[in-house]
């Protein structure tokens, strides 16, 4: 995923160093000669990382930067100041207005790259997402079908399946054996209700001796 660098400095070499520096990775260069154009070209590039010479026309690159950190939308972009040799780098205004680094001119190549990837947040394939529920699994299913036969069988009132009368013990054995074959009641029906499953074995029992 390529990324933009927005340049602001009026020294049309800084300008050209820099464009070539990035000329061959995965950068665009967007370079402006003040300030001003900067705040312009902020708002319509949206950039990944800003360099700002701190003594050029219109806006410094203290004033950039304080811009930077006051817009709602881009106030965490890096920010690195560009600092000639010979300029009166001001270490508090710089901290003040937000700056992330600071770097000398001329300054190698190298080691403007270095900088900028070290400011950069990591790039990252992963993608947010809410977690995925699992699967429902065999045994989270009402396999014997029990919610509707309990529904229709068994009083609201009633407390628990441990109330529930012998006469309707029968009716719902006899209701969970037409559904199921008896390979699936011996697979998971002991598992599921098995005091229900005693009575339904009971039934099968009964059928083969008949």
């Not at 780098?89 to 300054?107: M, V, Y």
């Not at 947040?121 to 036969?149: F, K, Q, V, Y």
């Not at 029906?189 to 059928?207: G, N, S």
Request: with cysteine; charged share 30%; hydrophobic share 40%.
């Amino acid at each position: 995923m390529r990324r933009t660098i927005l340049l602001a400095d009026d020294s049309p070499t800084i300008r050209k160093l820099v464009t070539q520096t990035f000329a061959d990775s995965d950068f665009d260069v967007v370079s402006v000669s003040n300030g001003d154009a900067a705040i312009k070209a902020l708002e319509e590039k949206k950039p990944s990382v800003v360099l700002a010479d701190i003594y050029m026309p219109g806006k410094n690159g203290y004033e950039v930067c304080k811009y930077v950190r006051n817009h709602p939308q881009m106030r965490t972009t890096p920010v690195i100041l560009l600092v000639g040799a010979f300029d009166a780098f001001d270490e508090n205004t710089a901290k003040q207005s937000g700056a992330t680094a600071n770097i000398t001119k001329p300054f190698e190549p190298g080691s403007l790259i270095d900088l900028v990837m070290s400011v950069l947040p990591a790039a990252s394939d992963e993608i947010d997402t809410e977690p995925e529920a699992p699967a429902e699994s065999s045994d989270d299913r009402d396999l014997l079908g029990l919610n509707e036969i309990f529904k229709k069988d068994v009083a609201p009132a009633a407390p628990s399946i441990t109330s529930i009368s012998e006469e309707e013990l029968d009716r719902i054995a006899d209701r969970v054996i037409q559904r199921l074959s008896t390979q699936i009641i011996e697979n998971i029906a002991w598992d599921v209700v098995p005091d229900i499953t005693e009575k339904i074995v009971r039934e099968e029992l009964k059928k083969n001796e008949r």
